[in-house]
């Protein structure tokens, strides 16, 4: 059997203090001593107004070390996130923000807003495979920075086009008869387009990239490969 029970008494919507009290046991006054915390109101936005989701905000007490003098949250949906801090000056920031000095007094809300870069736009990275000149189906291929990155197959088309961020990528093609795999590295560009053209022959693929180049729907240009 339980002695005691503990209680929670909640206060002023997000300040709570827990009592212990035995079975049958009531108490018609308790004295409470409240922390005198403030709060910081953070909105971070980018540069096209649109809010900064899922960024982490950081705010350090000037003068104190350790985790009593660090705080951190991340911002919601709308870019808003709120931290509860004791009085004093703290030094705030987040990726790809300058730090801000904040001075927090208690019982009330300062507030701070970050602009943040637009993120970049994914670019779209088109593989073709080749046999002979002509389109070959069915070709493992694989884009992407990492090596869990996903496999997809080419269409009838010989065709196969993988969204990217932008930056450095590595292709991955199989041989049809599996076992051996080539690999090439492309540049990807925000928003635009680019293409490889590989070629297969006889079961194997030889060859290497052609060039990376931005997608003309009239003529695609290529260097000539080995």
């Known amino acids: 059997m339980r002695e005691r029970s503990d209680t929670a008494v909640r206060l002023f919507a997000d300040e709570s203090v827990s009592l212990r009290l035995a079975p049958g046991e009531q108490r018609q006054s308790f004295d409470l001593q409240l922390k005198p915390m403030g709060r910081l ?3 971070a936005q980018r540069a096209d107004g649109s809010p900064a989701s899922r960024m982490v905000v950081n705010a350090n007490r000037a003068g104190v070390v ?3 003098g660090q705080h951190s949250a991340a911002t919601d949906t709308t870019g808003r996130c709120v931290l509860k801090l004791l009085p004093g000056s703290y030094v705030v920031w987040m990726k790809d923000a300058g ?3 904040v001075s927090i007094e208690a019982f009330t809300t300062s507030q ?3 602009s943040l870069p637009n993120e970049p736009v994914p670019g779209r990275l088109l593989v073709r495979v080749l046999s002979d000149g002509l389109p070959r189906s069915g070709i493992r291929v694989s884009a992407g ?3 869990d990155s996903p496999w997809a197959m080419t269409d009838a088309g010989g065709e196969v086009s993988f969204t990217l961020p932008p930056g450095s990528t590595s292709v991955h093609a199989e041989s049809p008869l599996g076992g051996r795999q080539r690999r090439f590295h492309v540049m990807v560009a925000s928003g ?3 293409v490889v053209e590989l070629k297969l022959g006889s079961a194997r ?7 990376a180049l931005r997608v003309d729907p009239h003529h695609v240009a290529h260097r000539r490969g080995l």
Do not use: H, K, Y
Not at 205 to 211: A, F, H, S
């Open 99 to 101: 730090p801000s000095t």
């Open 66 to 68: 350790g985790g009593s």
């Open 41 to 43: 109101a953070v909105l």
């Open 145 to 147: 920075s990492s090596s």
């Open 192 to 194: 635009e387009d680019a």
């Open 205 to 211: 693929l030889r060859g290497q990239v052609l060039d």
């Open 112 to 114: 701070v807003t970050f």
